[in-house]
């Protein structure tokens, strides 16, 4: 119970931001961008990300071409689920900027997305794979109005996908990424 209090506390459950007096407190955003790894040389896809943000400096997100989701296309896909903690923010006027570190899972894959995720090794011929990764992001806020704002956030980071060689033809199961998107939230 006491580490839930603890966590509650730093993720600043108790108070809430004031923006020109009015409370505001992200909730979620959906951001559009690119990634730093290839999708294929006869087409890129859009790289999409949605957080949701269940308490002030906790968050949960997933950022993919949206292969399984979107579309069925036998696209290339990096895909990345994570837990993100506010390290830092600095507000001003109608801005704030934050630092964000992440933990979670990613999943690459070569072609049409299939249902659920395959950890550890991967065999000769395997389409999917998937390891844990850590991040770090830059994130900024233009508050346009009590609940509005458009977002930008820039992430880095590594994961270890032990089928990534056998998958996608690598040379090392470590997987370095970034990307950067913009968006809308509220």
Sequence with gaps: MWVWMMAAAWA?????????GRSVRPIADLRIGVDGVGQGTDRVLPYVCGEIMPMRRLSIEGCGN??????????PDMAHFRLRGVVA????????RSVIAGIGFM????????????FGEAQTGAVEAAGPEASLGVKGRYWLADRGYLTADAVVGVGHVGGAPAVMGWNSPIV????????LGL
């Design 12 to 20: 600043g459950d108790v108070r809430v931001e004031r923006y020109q």
């Design 66 to 75: 949206g292969s399984g989701i979107l579309h069925q296309s036998d696209a």
């Design 89 to 96: 923010t600095q507000s001003s006027g109608r801005t704030d």
């Design 107 to 118: 999943e690459v894959q070569r072609t049409a997305d299939r249902p659920g995720f395959r």
């Design 176 to 183: 370095p990424f970034a990307s950067l998107t913009v968006g």
